[in-house]
């Protein structure tokens, strides 16, 4: 994820990005629930853990990069 924030891509964007290069339909609703909460100004490591399929060391990789 620090790829897309590096250069300058929308993280909104490179969810979608993300999104449509997995095979998983768990991690893709996952991606769209975090997305939405995104939208309305939340974290995003917080709405992925409120989804309980990503392991806590990739949550806290992700809070850690916000």
Excluded: W
């Excluded at 768990?26 to 995003?44: F, H, P, R, T, Y």
Aim: aromatic letters at 8%; a negative charge.
């Amino acid at each position: 994820m620090d790829l897309f924030t590096s250069t300058g891509y929308p993280l909104l964007q490179g969810l979608d990005c993300i999104k449509d290069s997995i095979n998983n339909a768990i991690a893709e609703k996952a991606i769209d629930i975090a997305k939405e909460g995104v939208i309305k100004g939340e974290s995003l490591a917080e709405n992925l853990e409120k989804i309980d399929y990503f392991g806590p060391i990739f949550l806290q990789m992700i809070s850690i990069r916000e």
